[in-house]
DNA sequence: TGGCCGCACCGCCTTACGTCA
DNA sequence: GTTGACGTAAGGCGGTGCGGC
């Protein structure tokens, strides 16, 4: 079974970089400054039909009487070019902004809140998605250590029992491994001194540790994503 | 130069409305 | 016609950065 494999970014971090707005730009001159964000742009007629209703309600609010909240609809249109807008920039500086306003007839609130809202489900698609990964990474784990559960069983299984493992040279029966439980990572291994060894290095046994067996054996790489 | 204030913007959470099954 | 779930525009609040005083 393949470990679920890590996506090329090793981190969770959602971040949204905006090529040439990293923050947004501190315009004091800016004839946004000052700019009423509730002045409304020239309405056109086919956009009266939807607004009207938003913008009669806004008058109304203002005689304190408790406005009922209208909610407005952009138009397919109006959605188009602001995902379009989106794609390019995250984020509005404010003439990016009050141009988007202008073009869609739209306030300059109602576009930033519309940038708002889409970061916001961005982020939350991007969450979901990873939360997607960490559940299957989270399964894969697991099984990962079922088997290796599995494989402990089996090797303590083998100290009880040890194998007789002949040497290649002499056919003879070689000492017996030992296994040893790591302290530090409590792996497995075991020690192996063969004659084999001995004679090549008068210096000290050589330890043939299990860990370093193939990819199919007990040393299985747990892959650990970068999170 | 450091502190304060106002402004604009942000993210986050929530509310309220429109739509649809 | 009613209802509940869902999507989303908008309000509210706190935090941050910047410019002016």
């Known amino acids: 079974m393949a470990v679920f494999p890590p996506t090329g970014s090793s981190s969770l971090e959602l971040t949204i970089s905006v090529p040439g707005f990293s923050s947004y730009p501190s315009l004091p001159n800016s004839s946004v400054r000052g700019l009423d964000i ?20 806004e008058e109304d609010s203002s005689n304190g009487s408790g406005p009922p909240r209208k ?32 073009q869609l007839k739209l306030r300059p609130r109602q576009v930033e809140v519309w940038f708002q809202n889409r970061r916001a489900r961005s982020k939350l698609k991007q969450t979901e998605m990873e939360c997607e990964y960490l559940k299957r990474w989270f399964g894969s784990l697991t099984e990962q250590n079922r088997r290796l559960q599995r494989e402990v069983e089996e090797l303590r299984a083998m100290k009880v029992g040890p194998p007789t493992v002949l040497s290649p040279h002499s056919c003879e029966p070689l000492p017996a491994s030992t296994l040893t439980m790591c302290p530090r990572c ?6 192996t001194t063969t004659t084999l060894d001995r004679d090549r290095d008068r ?25």
């Open 38 to 57: 509730n002045q409304v742009p020239s309405i056109q007629a086919d956009q009266e039909e939807w607004m009207t209703a938003g913008m009669e309600d």
């Open 71 to 102: 909610k407005l609809r952009l138009t397919k249109e109006q959605s188009r070019l602001l995902e379009e807008s989106f794609r390019q920039h995250h984020t509005l500086n404010p003439k990016q902004k009050e141009a988007l306003a202008m």
């Open 186 to 191: 409590e792996r497995v291994t075991t020690t």
């Open 203 to 227: 210096g000290g046994p050589t330890k043939t540790n299990i860990s370093s067996a193939p990819a199919t054996t007990l040393s299985s790489k747990v892959a650990t994503p970068a999170l």
